[in-house]
Each structure stands twice: as structure tokens, then as C-alpha cells.
């Protein structure tokens, strides 16, 4: 499992990268609002904090019964799909106290649910699986079972269907992220030549 400081960075750098350059790129016009980096410390704040969620248990268990166990809140393990409703909910809530819009709190809560899902898929490379589909099936599934085995090994075509499935995985996840970054005006942008 990676520690939680590489959920958040992996978060902060990797899937909102757009928000990343935007700033940076304002930073160097000189072109940075007080509003706008209000903006992005609120997202930031978000996708930080809902990229931990599926841990959140390991607070508890470690002041109540002493260890780190995280995976569980009862019987709802923490790293699955239908445990992905706290952060989608928690960022909605944020979402609408900050700006008073529905629209804008949708986006948060896809922001949101896009982070929650970028600690799913790094415990997935790390340790091979989570219960992605509880309670519709109990077991772990490993997005990137196959990743590291050659199709000579699995198949060719069960090799490129696992390929495409954990790629698309990471795809959608971003394009998630990328969304909601584009309605709340963070855009990678294309200049023409004049």
C-alpha cells in the first residue's frame, strides 16, 4: 500500500495536472487572481482529502484498537466502488457550500469521485486487486493483473483485452478529473501561429 503522502501527490501532480499548469502558467503571466487560487486550494483541498478516503478507517483503528487496519468499515470494504459514494457525496456537499450551484457542485463531486478512484487503482498496482464491485462480487479484481506477463503467457487477445481494460481504467479516471477541471475554467489551451 503506498503511504498517503503518494496518494495525494500522485493526485495533486498526475491527475490534476491541468490545474497544475493552469496556475503555473497564470503564475508566470502574472496573471493569478485571488479567486482563482482560492479555486484551486479548494480543488486541491478535495482531491486530497477524497484520495485518502479509502483509508479513513486507519485513523479510527489506530486510536481504538491500536493497529492500521483501513480496509473495512464492517462489512463495506473502504476500497471499492460503492465506498466511493462518501467522497462523490462529500464533495457535492463542498461543492454546493462553496459556490451555491448544483451544476458546480456536480462537478466537485466528479472531481471528487476521481480522486477517491486514484487511491483504488495505485492499491491495485501495489497490491493486486481491490473489491472493486462489493457487493456484487466479494473478491478482489486487479485491473493490472496482467500487465506484467507476456501475451505468449496469457493469449494474445486475453493480453490486449487486459491491457485495454486496465489502460482505460487510468483514462477514464483522468478524463473524470479533466472534466470537472475544465468547468471550473482550469484548460490546457492550443495557440496557433500567427
Known sequence: MPYPVVHVLFFWFCVSAVA???IAKAISRRELSLKDSKKLLLLMFVGGLCTLFPDITAVYNLFVNGNLEHCSIGPVPTHSLLFS????????????????????????????????????LLDDISEGGCAYLY???NNHISVFSIMDTGFAEAGLFKYLTVSFVSVFCVFIVILMALFALNRFEFEFSYMTKK
Open 85 to 120: 459514494s462518501t467522497a462523490i457525496l462529500f464533495g457535492m456537499l463542498v461543492g454546493y457550500a462553496a459556490y451555491r450551484n448544483l451544476n458546480k457542485a456536480l462537478y466537485m463531486a466528479i472531481f471528487a469521485g476521481s480522486a477517491f478512484l486514484t487511491h483504488l
Open 135 to 137: 457487493p456484487l462480487y
Open 20 to 22: 497544475v499548469y493552469a
